[in-house]
């Protein structure tokens, strides 16, 4: 069986400093891992994904993610942060192991505020 | 591109009525649909996984004569929410993927309120 955890569920940061969001997965096979952003009464919006190559991964607007193998993480990341960032962000995972196509686990989320 | 929408975004309706929610992939054509259920400040819940021309895949736990889910086409998933009570009341949000594609798209939830 493929999990998400999230172990914050809320992170606060001034505007201007880095911000990071935890996220460690457990999977059979090989992770195919996302982080999507929901901001109220809305969908989920892609930030981005890694499914294999390099471990730092670039998303949009200005978001970044490292994928850990031996820490099982992929911790979502972003060097200076905006008020325009505060939303809440899922971690998913999805497992290639166990022939559990492409169905995702999601985490709690997090939710990120970003204050003046 | 891969654009998702969903109708209605809100819908209010009484307890024992049906309610019909439309999924559609407007760009690209979706073998597969997913149905999620978002409660307030909770993750989304994966109800059912829908192949078009084919029966969904419902999770445990999800009563599929309640959720009726039709993929009739490679753009298109219906959930029906069949005979309504106060405690189905939620967010739901479907997404979509390509027929060979690992990534879904969102489209942007529907408040369902049972009163």
């Known amino acids: 069986a493929q999990s998400v955890a999230q172990p914050e569920d809320q992170v606060n940061v001034a505007e201007g400093n880095p911000l990071t969001v935890k996220c460690t997965y457990s999977?059979?096979?090989?992770?195919?891992l996302f982080w999507y952003v929901q901001y109220p009464n809305r969908g989920l919006q892609f930030l981005l994904k890694?499914?294999?190559?390099?471990?730092l991964v670039k998303g949009s607007y200005g978001f970044e993610a490292e994928f850990n193998k031996s820490q099982t993480s992929f911790h979502l990341k972003k060097p200076s942060a905006l008020v325009s960032d505060s939303a809440l962000y899922f971690c998913?995972?999805?497992?290639?192991?166990?022939?559990?196509?492409?169905?995702?686990?999601f985490g709690t989320g997090t939710q990120l505020k970003v204050e003046l | 591109g891969a654009v998702v929408s969903q109708h209605p975004s809100r819908v209010i309706c009484k307890s024992g009525t049906s309610v019909k929610i439309e999924c559609r992939s407007l760009?690209?054509?979706?073998?597969?649909m997913f149905w999620y259920r978002q409660f307030p400040k909770q993750s989304l819940m994966l109800m059912a996984t829908?192949?078009?021309?084919?029966?969904?895949?419902?999770e445990q736990g999800v009563e599929k004569d309640k959720f009726l889910i039709n993929h009739a086409s490679l753009t298109l998933s219906t959930l029906t929410v069949t005979s309504a009570h106060p405690e189905d009341s939620s967010f739901y949000i479907c997404?979509?993927?390509?027929?060979?594609?690992?990534?879904?798209?969102f489209g942007p939830g529907t408040r369902l309120t049972v009163l």
């Open positions: 997404s979509a993927s390509f027929p060979s594609g690992n990534e879904q798209f």
């Open positions: 760009d690209f054509q979706a073998t597969t």
């Open positions: 890694y499914i294999t190559g390099d471990n």
């Open positions: 998913a995972v999805r497992d290639e192991g166990t022939g559990g196509g492409n169905k995702l686990t």
């Open positions: 999977v059979s096979g090989n992770p195919y």
């Open positions: 829908s192949n078009e021309g084919s029966k969904a895949t419902y």
